[in-house]
């Protein structure tokens, strides 16, 4: 004790500043990383070390980490979010869809990088394209042929410019290849008139090339595939030019190419979900009545949903009550049977996808869509925001009920669970593999808002204590000294006692052999 006295009384109270300051800047560094990795990435970093390293050695793991694991890789989430019709829920499954609106990259994507300086689309989402691309455009009687192999290798490449010229060079070995006009389309058009002037000479070539290999049609031959390629190469181009028509204002024109490409195309091509084309193009051209066809259709229990399924079957029921609705008087009188029923649409709308209505509301600003979504995540709420903004704000007070029902008065309503309307619980993945889709640069939306790490709570309360004491000690050098002199003595008691009582109960030899050790 006389010796741990000794010792403190040299300690001079610039030896206690610098050590207080010192600690101070150790816990704000560690706060400010742990606070950007959970920005970044959505946990503690020392909680997934301890969890990684430490778990194994405990024996167990942590499900939650598990399962956000197992959604980035794909395996769990959301595919259509609903039960099916006998009533036994199928297994969620997270994987990623094509967006059915998604820009040009030329005229649109490059555009805004050109203008912003920041890129629009990840690596990630790129690379979905080129496999979506390679599976649609190629098949295994391809093979050996030139220009098809130059176009593998066009899909994968990361340059634009080497994309554009690898298309060139296989236009060049042949003229009969389409996926190299889609290509140049996408890539090298700057503005949607040039693309649909190359997807009008892309869709010259594609027809030539169905009609050659339609002989092929059921033949249960190796030439089937080009039959097949043929056909996947056809309707994309259709539904691309059709989306030309869209942008450049002919609606008319375009609604009937949607229509006809719902007509015409075969079961495997559902994965473009064409149908939100031509339900985009009447709500743009305010024909309700069709639109609510077309969903009456495609808005069943068992087919796949999507928040333009919801958001939609949403908007046209609010439209029926939004432009004379009062939040004070339906509070008043209770709603009726038409308020009732959009309030339900809404709040069935927001339990699939919750993060639309932040965008629609422009509580959170848009980006550009991404060219591949994941159903209930942020990046598929940007998708429909993007495009269906302007239909929610043609319809008057459409948004203000939405407003309401989202996080206002009627906010509490449960939506009846006897209809039939039911989604699998909110994934934990989905905010994983947004990450992995969406640009840098953009916020992910995370539902439900996650609370702060204990550690980032607790380096925080270090850093802010810490610091007080830096203060404080610099500022009364003296009393803190004497506080802190006072403090650890009372800390070096207990163990002071234990070394009596150890020293009263062994022979001082041990003490004594011990100590020379």
Request: hydrophobic share 40%; net charge neutral.
């Amino acid at each position: 004790m006389n010796m741990a006295n000794m010792f403190l009384s040299t300690l001079s109270p610039k030896f206690y500043v610098a050590l207080t300051g010192t600690s101070s800047l150790i816990s704000g560094l560690i706060l400010i990383f742990e606070w950007w990795y959970f920005r970044k990435y959505g946990t503690s970093f020392i909680e997934q070390v301890s969890l990684t390293h430490l778990s194994p050695w405990l024996g167990g793991g942590d499900p939650a980490t598990e399962g956000a694991t197992a959604g980035a890789n794909g395996s769990d989430g959301s595919d259509n979010g609903s039960n099916n019709g006998d009533g036994q829920s199928q297994t969620p499954e997270c994987k990623m869809w094509r967006n059915p609106l998604n820009l040009f990259r030329g005229a649109e994507y490059q555009r805004f990088q050109a203008a912003r300086n920041r890129e629009p689309l990840t690596y990630y989402d790129m690379n979905l394209s080129a496999q979506d691309h390679q599976t649609f455009f190629t098949c295994d009687a391809d093979s050996g042929k030139p220009e098809y192999e130059i176009m593998q290798t066009a899909w994968r490449e990361r340059n634009p410019e080497a994309r554009i010229r690898l298309a060139k060079e296989a236009l060049e070995k042949s003229s009969d290849c389409a996926a190299a006009y889609i290509l140049l389309a996408e890539e090298e058009g700057t503005t949607i008139l040039e693309v649909e002037r190359i997807l009008k000479q892309a869709l010259r070539v594609a027809e030539a090339n169905f009609r050659k290999t339609v002989i092929y049609r059921d033949s249960n031959s190796p030439q089937e595939s080009l039959h097949r390629r043929d056909m996947n190469v056809l309707i994309y181009v259709k539904r691309r030019v059709a989306m030309c028509t869209r942008r450049l204002g002919r609606l008319k024109e375009a609604i009937k190419m949607f229509r006809d490409l719902l007509k015409e195309s075969p079961p495997w091509m559902s994965v473009l979900n064409m149908h939100e084309n031509l339900l985009e193009a009447l709500l743009e051209a305010q024909a309700y009545v069709d639109a609510q066809a077309v969903l009456a259709r495609y808005d069943d229990i068992s087919l796949p949903k999507s928040a333009t399924i919801c958001y939609t079957a949403a908007l046209l029921k609010a439209r029926a009550v939004a432009d004379k609705f009062s939040p004070d008087v339906a509070t008043k009188r209770g709603l009726t049977a038409a308020e009732l029923a959009a309030v339900e649409a809404i709040h069935r709308a927001v339990e699939f996808n919750p993060h639309v209505p932040k965008y629609l509301l422009e509580m959170k600003p848009l980006i550009l869509p991404t060219e591949h979504i994941l159903k209930r995540g942020d990046s598929e709420a940007i998708a429909y925001s993007f495009f269906h903004l302007p239909h929610w704000k043609r319809v008057d007070g459409a948004l203000n009920l939405l407003h309401c029902t989202w996080e206002g008065t009627f906010r509490m309503i449960p939506y009846p669970l006897e209809k039939g309307h039911l989604f699998f619980p909110y994934p934990n993945s989905t905010e994983f593999a947004d990450r992995e889709l969406l640009p840098s640069f953009h916020e992910v939306s995370v539902y439900p808002k996650k609370e702060l790490p204990f550690f980032i709570l607790f380096t925080g309360a270090l850093c802010s204590c810490t610091a007080i004491l830096a203060l404080l000690t610099h500022q009364y050098p003296e009393p803190m000294g004497i506080v802190a002199k006072t403090i650890l003595s009372w800390s070096y008691m207990p163990i002071q006692y234990v070394l009596d009582k150890l020293e009263a109960i062994l022979p001082s030899n041990i003490l004594h052999q011990l100590s020379r050790v």
